[in-house]
Every structure is written in structure tokens, then in C-alpha cells.
């Protein structure tokens, strides 16, 4: 399997090439989120002039930036259960197992998460918010589900 990905340019199935858009929208996402978080944090700098005491620790940072959390919490959530995703992704190139059923949960995870991050850094939603994080999580599963899958005949033939 692993051939045919040091074959060069052309020789990888491009259903195992796609799997890197939605990858990258995905590295979008976080930046994205990280250039709001520090638009807001700036905007709110300039508008409330901090003191010394306002960055003394990490529970006066924390209660200074209060009114612009969600952004950094969200941030926070980008590195949660994403790196599940970031690690499954090059399994996928690199086994040839990322197919058309894969690449489109890894769309709807992406998508998903960007909802998750519109709500939770707008409204803030509780019950959609969770309603999205769950279904993003279940897309994610499938995926590592269907990896193992796929590799789990060949497993005993590698080892």
C-alpha cells in the first residue's frame, strides 16, 4: 500500500488526495478562529485600558478577558477531539484508505465543527452546540471505525 504513495506525482488515487481539502479547511477553521480570538482580546485592550493586576495570574488574566472567553474556548475545543482527526488523516493517505465515503465524513466533521464554532463564539447555544458537537463526534468515530475496517483483514499479513 505504501507503494503507491512513493510512486511520485500522479500514481495516487485522487479519492486519497481529497482527503487533504477538507483537512485543510479544517486548518482554515482554526486559524480563523485564533484571528477572532485576537480581534476580540485587541478590541477589548482598547476599550478597557488593563492594570498591572489585570495579568498579576492566570485567574486575573482569566477574569480580565471574561467578557471575550468563547473564542479562546473555542480554540481550546479545536484541540480536543480534531487531533483525532489530524492523526486519522495520514493513516488514511498513507494506507490508500482514504476513500470517497471517508472523505465525505471528513466534510461533514469540518462542516460540523464549524457550525459547533459559529455557535459557541455567537449565541452560544447549549443545545444545538451539543447537538452539533455529537454529531461531529459520530462522524469522526465512523471514520476511525472504517479505518480499522479496512485494515483489519490486512493486519495479520503486515505483522
Given amino acids: 500500500m505504501v507503494d503507491h504513495v512513493r510512486g511520485g506525482r500522479g500514481t495516487m488515487r485522487e479519492t486519497n488526495l481529497a482527503i487533504i481539502w477538507p483537512t485543510v479547511a479544517m486548518a482554515a477553521l482554526i486559524f480563523a478562529v485564533w484571528a477572532v480570538l485576537l480581534r476580540q482580546r485587541f478590541a477589548h485592550i482598547a476599550a478597557n485600558r488593563p492594570v498591572a493586576a489585570d495579568f498579576a495570574n492566570a485567574e486575573a488574566v482569566g477574569r480580565y478577558f471574561r467578557p471575550v472567553e468563547r473564542p479562546a474556548q473555542n480554540l481550546a475545543n479545536l484541540f480536543e477531539m480534531p487531533v483525532l ?41 447549549i443545545r444545538a452546540r451539543a447537538r452539533v458537537f455529537i454529531a461531529s463526534s459520530i462522524a469522526l468515530f465512523a471514520m476511525w471505525l472504517g479505518f480499522v475496517v479496512d485494515i483489519l483483514p490486512n493486519a495479520g499479513a503486515r505483522m
Fill in 85 to 125: 482527526y489530524f492523526a486519522l488523516v495520514p493513516l488514511l493517505i498513507v494506507t490508500g484508505s482514504a476513500s470517497g465515503i471517508q472523505v465525505g465524513l471528513a466534510w461533514a466533521f469540518v462542516v460540523l465543527r464549524l457550525v459547533h464554532s459559529i455557535i459557541q463564539i455567537g449565541p452560544n447555544t
